[in-house]
Every structure is written in structure tokens, then in C-alpha cells.
């Protein structure tokens, strides 16, 4: 008997595709976890330290824990139109929306009010990835999917693109018998390591962060090296080369075309548009524009830094002046010096 029973149904209902929940343990890929940063691939997040002990052992949030509940939602830009001010400009599908960090962690609130109501004595805390839970352990743990070579979690009918969510319990949600986790479906496709530009995906399914476009437009507050920064094909904030290519996620991407194509619809003229807003406006300018997007992550002047990157790697001599600003800039200069360089060899 499925003891979410009672819930399945708001679960559907707000717009999540599956879930799972077991026992908390220590995490299954704990050692290649610590391996990881040890390989200092997490590159500046060193926030993915500090909460260590929290990621090891979930009781550390609250001693009463004993389950976690694992849910995904599709990336909702795949599933309705969004408001999303930058049509041009090359954005993360999961981007493409309001911050998620918001509404999926209202969608699970919402969830943890019903549980309140079946289980007064008992706790339950939900949770986003801002909060530092091993999120894709205990998803693929909870049979949410097997770990691809991107590293991504991928589902055989859901692909991998969704965002994951948590909810931690005190209720008793173990197995009577263990599940074991889904198979690894990739067989011997190397699409996602083949096609990514700056080879930040590694054989042993892990991502360099130091090499990861993601990491460099959305994470990183430093400038790129500009050897790297010449990779980055156009991408603005965030890249989704490594899950749009697998073979898993054709079906979800056909099935949103129609949101699709009210997304990103690139053309020369939108594009140089769109750049010369992000360089020419203040950062309080900038920043309204974005405001409850996830961009505002970046800041203003790490959008500014990506909007010169894409400038130099599309070749778009029209924005020669607008680059020509930034020489002064005391943090930007050697990426506007770098982009005019790319701009004069055309």
C-alpha cells in the first residue's frame, strides 16, 4: 500500500510527474561526493562544503527525520507560456520562468499542509536544492531515475527535465522490501560527452564545474578563461547542449514544441537588441527587468560579462560600440579588450 495515498492525488494535481520516498540513510554516492570536491571540481561553490555534515546524515536537520520524500515537476516553460522578458537571448530552459526556487517550494508547502493534517504529531520540512540535501541521490534512490553520463537524473518516460523537490519526515516511510534502484539506460550513447563544448563531462558520469558553461554564466563571479570562454557558443545564461541531445528527452522536447516556440526564437536583430539592453542598462535598470527570474543570480554585472561573451563568439560587429564602453571597466575590461579582438579577425 502506498502510504502517500492520501496526497497522490494533490501530488498529481500540482503539476508533478512522479515520485518516491524511502528511509533516510547515508547517501549512496557519498565517497565519490567527498571525491569530488576534494578534486576541487565544485570549483569557487564552496558553500557545497560548509553543510557537509547536514548532506551526510539528514538527521542533522532534525533528529526525528527518518524518511524523505522525492518529487519532480517538468520544467514548467515546457508546459505553458511564461513571461519571460529575454525572447532572443540563449537561456536555460528551467530559466526561462520564474525563480523555481518559489513556486516549487510553495507547490511542496502545499503538499506539507495535507500531510500536516494526516499526521499532526509528526514533522515534515520541504525543501528546494537551495537547501543542502544530496537531492539526486535520494531521487535516484526513490527510483526517480538512473544517473546519466551527464549527471543528470533521467526518467525513461519523464527524460531529465525536471526540477527536483524534498520533503523530509519523521513518518515511518520505509520499505517492507528494499527497490532497487532504476537500471542505467544509457548503454553505450556518449551524445551528451560528445557534444559538449568545453568538455566538463567527465567518463565516471561527474561534471568538472570548472569547465561547465552553467558554472561560468550562473555561478562563477569571476571571468572565464577567455580559451574557455571562446566554447561557449552563444550561451547566455546557463546551457542545456547535454540533456537537449539525449535521446531520452526527443519525446518531452516534441511534446513542448508548441510552448517552445513561444520561447527563445533567436534572430539578429531581436538578439543585438536584447545585448545592447543588458550593456546598456544601470544594474538597478537591469535587475527590475529580471526581477523573480532566476537571472538575478548572476547579477548585474556577471550579465554583463555574459552578454560580451556572446558577443565575441557570435561575431556581432554591430555591438563594436557598445563593447568599446566597457574598456574602463575596471572588473570587464579584459573581457571587452577580448571581444574586440574576436570582433576585428571577422
Known amino acids: 500500500m502506498n502510504p502517500l495515498a492520501d496526497v497522490a492525488d494533490l501530488i498529481t494535481e500540482l503539476g508533478f510527474s512522479h515520485y518516491g520516498y524511502s528511509a533516510i540513510t547515508t547517501p549512496l554516492s557519498w565517497d565519490r561526493y567527498i571525491q569530488w570536491i576534494e578534486n576541487n571540481f565544485h570549483g569557487e561553490m564552496d558553500y557545497l562544503k560548509r553543510h557537509l555534515e547536514i548532506k551526510r546524515d539528514l538527521k542533522n536537520i532534525q533528529s526525528s527525520a527518518t524518511s524523505i520524500i522525492s518529487l519532480a515537476h517538468p520544467y514548467r516553460a515546457l508546459q505553458e507560456p511564461t513571461s519571460f522578458p529575454l525572447k ?10 520564474s525563480d523555481y526556487h518559489f513556486w516549487l517550494r510553495q507547490k511542496l508547502e502545499s503538499i506539507v499542509a495535507r500531510l500536516n493534517e494526516l499526521h499532526p504529531n509528526d514533522f515534515f520540512m520541504a525543501s528546494t536544492d537551495s537547501f543542502p540535501i544530496m537531492e539526486r541521490d535520494f531521487s535516484y534512490q526513490n527510483r526517480l531515475g538512473w544517473i546519466g553520463r551527464n549527471s543528470c537524473l533521467i526518467h525513461p518516460k ?21 527497490l532497487d534502484p532504476l537500471p542505467d539506460f544509457c548503454g553505450k550513447c556518449t551524445r551528451c560527452i560528445d557534444e ?24 562563477s ?23 537537449t541531445v539525449c535521446p531520452w ?32 542598462s544601470s544594474g538597478k535598470q537591469l535587475l527590475k527587468l529580471l526581477n523573480g527570474t532566476p537571472l538575478v543570480r548572476s547579477g548585474q ?12 563568439n557570435l561575431k556581432l560587429q554591430t555591438l563594436a560600440d557598445d563593447v568599446r564602453l566597457y574598456l574602463e571597466h575596471e572588473e570587464l575590461k579584459e573581457i571587452a579588450k577580448w571581444c574586440l579582438n574576436e570582433l576585428s579577425d571577422t
Do not use: M
Not at 159 to 170: A, R
Open 196 to 219: 559538449c563544448p568545453t568538455s566538463a563531462i567527465g567518463n565516471d558520469k561527474t561534471i568538472n564545474a570548472k569547465k561547465c558553461i552553467s558554472y561560468w554564466t550562473i555561478e
Open 249 to 280: 528527452n526527443q519525446k518531452i522536447l516534441k511534446r513542448s514544441e508548441p510552448y517552445q516556440n513561444q520561447l527563445i526564437q533567436s534572430n539578429e536583430e531581436g538578439l543585438v537588441s536584447e545585448l545592447r539592453l543588458v550593456l546598456n
Open 158 to 178: 519523464e527524460g531529465s527535465l525536471f526540477l527536483l523537490g524534498n520533503i523530509v519526515t519523521s513518518v515511518d516511510l520505509s520499505q517492507s522490501e528494499a
Open 88 to 97: 532572443h537571448l540563449k537561456t536555460a530552459l528551467y530559466a526561462q520562468d
Open 221 to 243: 563571479k569571476a571571468n572565464p578563461p577567455l580559451e574557455l570562454a571562446s566554447k561557449f557558443k552563444g550561451l547566455f545564461f546557463g546551457c542545456d547542449i547535454c540533456q
Open 301 to 312: 554585472r556577471g550579465l554583463k560579462r555574459n552578454a560580451l561573451i556572446v558577443i565575441a
